[in-house]
């Protein structure tokens, strides 16, 4: 290899060495602060009272985790009082939780009626007044025995509390619920077969009645061929042609078409046929009519 060749290249091998910096490892990252540990809530100091609605109430307190022994009832004329204190189990302070409300769930029905419970500033302490009369709507009239629960849970506590405190009969003034209507109520039974009943033809009158009817409207046409025959029929002027045969034909043809329609036809079965007859009938008839004039302007002159 030249030299001057070897000496490129060894400079541009440690020019490339010297373009490379020194790899450093990356800084580790700090480690994430442990999330702080939940606390557990308790509920204390629970005071409740069954009143009347002019009255103030007297409160009992009842232990935590116990329920009150006694089946309390009340009508729309009373008010039931709930007071309660909610608290961190570690540090024994009052806290505000996210959620506190006072629910009534019928014991056989399992039907909820919820309220909420606000808390006092100051003392943090969380009441909840029911009005059996202004609420009286909310129950739909269910009377019956009511568990009074409180329920209390916080995103950052570790424990949700129900806890069941008392129960009371309440008598409510019954709700007379509408019937619902029919497009709302769901039948899955099966739905009778719909049989559809055509309206039955109207009586006939007897076979005598008809045959003396048949015969009066025949009568005329009876009394006219009489007629003919003892007057006489002049068929010398009747021309002897295709058109006369084809004329009298289809009136023969119509008259009975009409005699069928009477008997068994419908009225547009007998117009279809009436229309295929009563074509060539009016043809041929016009034909005759103007050969029986051509016959009489010859004898004329």
Same mark, same amino acid.
């Given at each position: 290899?030249?030299?001057?060749?070897?000496?490129?290249?060894?400079?541009?091998?440690?020019?490339?060495?010297?373009?490379?910096?020194?790899?450093?490892?990356?800084?580790?990252?700090?480690?994430?602060?442990?999330?702080?540990?939940?606390?557990?809530?308790?509920?204390?100091?629970?005071?409740?009272?069954?009143?009347?609605?002019?009255?103030?109430?007297?409160?009992?307190?009842?232990?935590?985790?116990?329920?009150?022994?006694?089946?309390?009832?009340?009508?729309?004329?009373?008010?039931? *009082?709930?007071?309660?204190? @909610?608290? /961190? +189990? !570690?540090?024994?302070? #009052?806290?505000?939780?996210?959620? %506190?409300? $006072?629910? &009534?769930?019928?014991?056989?029905?399992?039907?909820?009626?919820?309220?909420?419970?606000?808390?006092?500033?100051?003392?943090?302490?969380?009441?909840?007044?029911?009005?059996?009369?202004?609420?009286?709507?909310?129950?739909?009239?269910?009377?019956?025995?009511? *568990?009074?629960?409180?329920? @209390?849970? /916080? +995103? !950052?506590?570790?424990? #949700?509390?129900?806890?069941?405190? %008392?129960? $009371?009969? &309440?008598?409510?003034?019954?709700?007379?619920?509408?019937?619902?209507?029919?497009?709302?109520?769901?039948?899955?039974?099966?739905?009778?077969?719909?049989?559809?009943?055509?309206?039955?033809?109207?009586?006939?009158?007897?076979?005598?009645?008809?045959?003396?009817?048949?015969?009066?409207?025949?009568?005329?046409?009876?009394?006219?061929?009489?007629?003919?025959?003892?007057?006489?029929?002049?068929?010398?002027?009747?021309?002897?042609?295709?058109?006369?045969?084809?004329?009298?034909?289809?009136?023969?043809?119509?008259?009975?078409?009409?005699?069928?329609?009477?008997?068994?036809?419908?009225?547009?079965?007998?117009?279809?046929?009436?229309?295929?007859?009563?074509?060539?009938?009016?043809?041929?008839?016009?034909?005759?009519?103007?050969?029986?004039?051509?016959?009489?302007?010859?004898?004329?002159?």
């Amino acid at each position: 290899m030249h030299p001057q060749t070897s000496l490129a290249i060894l400079c541009l091998v440690g020019l490339a060495l010297a373009g490379q910096a020194p790899s450093k490892p990356a800084p580790a990252k700090p480690a994430a602060p442990a999330p702080p540990a939940k606390s557990q809530l308790v509920v204390d100091g629970v005071q409740f009272a069954v009143f009347e609605r002019t009255a103030k109430p007297t409160l009992a307190t009842i232990k935590g985790g116990s329920k009150d022994s006694k089946v309390h009832s009340a009508d729309k004329t009373n008010k039931i *009082q709930l007071k309660f204190t @909610v608290k /961190d +189990s !570690k540090t024994n302070a #009052a806290t505000i939780v996210q959620q %506190a409300f $006072v629910a &009534l769930v019928n014991a056989e029905s399992e039907q909820e009626v919820i309220f909420v419970a606000e808390p006092e500033t100051a003392s943090k302490v969380y009441t909840a007044e029911i009005d059996l009369k202004t609420q009286e709507k909310n129950f739909d009239g269910v009377n019956g025995v009511y *568990q009074i629960r409180v329920f @209390v849970g /916080d +995103s !950052k506590a570790a424990n #949700a509390i129900d806890w069941n405190v %008392a129960d $009371v009969k &309440l008598t409510l003034t019954p709700v007379e619920k509408p019937a619902p209507k029919k497009s709302q109520v769901v039948n899955y039974e099966t739905l009778p077969v719909i049989e559809h009943q055509f309206r039955e033809p109207e009586k006939r009158p007897s076979q005598f009645i008809s045959d003396t009817f048949t015969v009066i409207c025949a009568a005329p046409l009876l009394l006219l061929l009489v007629l003919w025959l003892s007057i006489g029929i002049n068929f010398g002027n009747l021309p002897i042609s295709l058109w006369t045969l084809a004329f009298h034909a289809g009136l023969i043809a119509i008259f009975g078409l009409y005699f069928t329609f009477w008997v068994q036809l419908n009225m547009f079965d007998t117009l279809k046929y009436l229309a295929i007859i009563g074509v060539p009938t009016f043809v041929s008839g016009n034909r005759l009519l103007r050969s029986l004039n051509e016959a009489r302007r010859l004898n004329k002159e």
